[in-house]
C-alpha cells in the first residue's frame, strides 16, 4: 500500500487574488527586471543577482511592498530582496519599482520556508525582517506560525556574524513566543535591547499606515532585535 506524502504545514493561506490592470501590467513588464524565479535546490548567487558585493536584507512577507520600497529608497548601498506569496502586493511592489527606478530590490513570489532552506547560501544575509507575520491567533493554529525552532535555526545558518533578525508584530503573544524561542539560542543569537526586552521601533523600519491606524486604537506593537554572534 502506497503511504501518504506527508504534507507540511503552511505558515500561509494561499490568497492569488486578482491583479488590478496596472498591476498586470507591472508584472509583464517589471519581473524580468526584478523577479526572481525560485528553482528548487539552486543557490542564489547574491553578488550576481544584484551586480554588487552590498549587504542584503531579507524581508519575508512584504505586503503591498510600501515599506519595502521605502527602505530601498532610504538605504541605497543595501540590496533588498523580497518574499511574499500574496499576487496582488507582489504587483504593486512592482509597479512602485519600475515608476521610482528602484533599483536595489528583487522580488520572489513563492513560500517563504522553501526560498530559506533551498535558495540562500550560509551567512548570506546581513538583515532578516519579519514584519507583523500572520499570527494565526487562534490556539490551535499556532503551530503555522512562521516562527518556530526550524525557523530560528534557519536564521542562525543564513545571517552572517553580526547580522540581525528583526521582528515586529501586534500580538503580544506572538511577541512572547519570538522572544522566548530566540533566547533560548543565546549560542546563536543577542538580545539588542538586553534579555527578555523589547526594542523601540528602530528608524530602519517605516510605521505603517496599518500600524499608525493600530496606534490610534491604542493597539501595542512589539519590536524584536536579535543580532547573530560570531
Not at 528553482?39 to 512584504?62: A, M
Not at 523589547?198 to 532585535?225: A, M, N
Amino acid at each position: 500500500m502506497e503511504k501518504k506524502k506527508h504534507r507540511p504545514i503552511r505558515s500561509y493561506v494561499l490568497r492569488t487574488g486578482r491583479f488590478t490592470p496596472g498591476q498586470q501590467k507591472a508584472f509583464e513588464r517589471w519581473w524580468p527586471a526584478f523577479g526572481v524565479d525560485f528553482e528548487p535546490g539552486k543557490v542564489l548567487d547574491l553578488p550576481d543577482l544584484f551586480g554588487n558585493p552590498n549587504p542584503v536584507w531579507l524581508e519575508i512577507g512584504f505586503g503591498n511592498g510600501e515599506s519595502l520600497a521605502r527602505m530601498a529608497q532610504d538605504f541605497p548601498q543595501r540590496n533588498f530582496l523580497g518574499i511574499e506569496v500574496h499576487t496582488p502586493g507582489v504587483g504593486h511592489l512592482l509597479l512602485k519599482l519600475g515608476e521610482e527606478n528602484i533599483t536595489n530590490v528583487r522580488v520572489m513570489h513563492h513560500d517563504a520556508m522553501e526560498i530559506l532552506e533551498q535558495s540562500l547560501a550560509d551567512a548570506s544575509l546581513d538583515r532578516v525582517q519579519l514584519f507583523f507575520p500572520d499570527p494565526w491567533h487562534k490556539k490551535k493554529h499556532h503551530k503555522r506560525r512562521i516562527v518556530r525552532p526550524a525557523f530560528v535555526e534557519l536564521m542562525g545558518r543564513l545571517i552572517a556574524p553580526g547580522g540581525v533578525f528583526h521582528a515586529a508584530t501586534d500580538w503580544q503573544d506572538y511577541a512572547e513566543q519570538i522572544m522566548g524561542l530566540f533566547s533560548q539560542r543565546s549560542d546563536l543569537f543577542e538580545n539588542l535591547a538586553g534579555a527578555e526586552e523589547y526594542s523601540p521601533r528602530p528608524d530602519t523600519r517605516p510605521i505603517t499606515k496599518f500600524e499608525q491606524r493600530g496606534q490610534r486604537l491604542g493597539h501595542g506593537v512589539w519590536d524584536l532585535l536579535f543580532r547573530r554572534k560570531a
